[in-house]
């Protein structure tokens, strides 16, 4: 059974620092990796997906890699702002049918300013 | 496009209520999903549908019923409540064409009491 893990659990950075978040799998026969965004009280944002082909993606600040073979994969946030501040998830998917998720518990963000 | 929506945001039920939890999606995806939230442990998926008349069973399906009538309606049926199932329901929707990069709704907080 697929398992997914999130360290840190929680983390705190002053504004301006750049950060790494980490995800690791046990099943590397993944088809794709999603990082989401979740803000309290909120639902998911959906930041960055990776198909299990590719190794990186970008977005604006972030960067999200994905080495299958290790079962990891890092999301990069560059000059963090306190509005980045929110809980940050990771789930994989098995499959290219309808690839159900299986998400790690999240990473909570503090940015102070 | 609104993408995905769920009613209502919050509710309260007594013990042993029944009640209807709704998400509609209107960006013509086949594939739908219910997952749960619970603090500290993550997101598990309740029932999937791969498409109208098709649904599935996931991780935690007791005490829930779904259907789906239409490619845009996918609701969740909770019979005889528990204080079990206080959490907060996320629906959520993707598509092939789209590598199943999934889109999350904004979410139901239930309290069963």
């Known amino acids: 059974k697929q398992e997914v893990t999130q360290i840190p659990a929680a983390l705190s950075v002053p504004e301006g620092e750049n950060l790494v978040l980490n995800c690791s799998f046990t099943?590397?026969?993944?088809?794709?990796l999603q990082w989401f965004r979740q803000d309290p009280g909120k639902g998911l944002t959906s930041l960055l997906l990776?198909?299990?082909?590719?190794r990186e993606q970008t977005s604006g600040r972030l960067n999200a890699s994905l080495d299958k073979s290790s079962g990891r994969s890092t999301l990069y946030i560059a000059a963090s702002q306190p509005g980045d501040s929110a809980t940050y998830l990771c789930?994989?998917?098995?499959?290219?049918?309808?690839?159900?998720?299986?998400f790690g518990k999240g990473t909570m963000l503090l940015v102070s300013p | 496009n609104a993408g995905v929506t769920q009613t209502p945001k919050f509710r309260i039920l007594k013990i042993g209520q029944s009640m209807t939890l709704q998400c509609a999606q209107d960006?013509?995806?086949?594939?739908m999903y219910w997952y749960r939230q619970d603090p500290g442990m993550g997101l598990k998926l309740i029932y999937y549908?791969?498409?109208?008349?098709?649904?599935d069973k996931g991780e935690v399906p007791n005490g829930y019923n779904v259907s789906r009538s239409t490619t845009e309606d996918f609701p969740l049926r909770l019979e005889l409540a528990a204080p079990s199932q206080t959490s907060v329901y996320f629906c959520?929707?993707?598509?092939?064409?789209?590598?199943?990069?999934?889109?999350f709704g904004p979410g139901t907080r239930l309290t069963v009491l």
């Open positions: 959520a929707s993707s598509s092939a064409g789209t590598y199943n990069e999934q889109f």
């Open positions: 099943d590397s026969a993944i088809y794709n």
């Open positions: 990776i198909q299990s082909s590719q």
């Open positions: 789930a994989v998917s098995e499959n290219s049918g309808y690839s159900t998720l299986t």
């Open positions: 960006m013509n995806h086949n594939y």
């Open positions: 549908s791969v498409g109208a008349g098709i649904t």
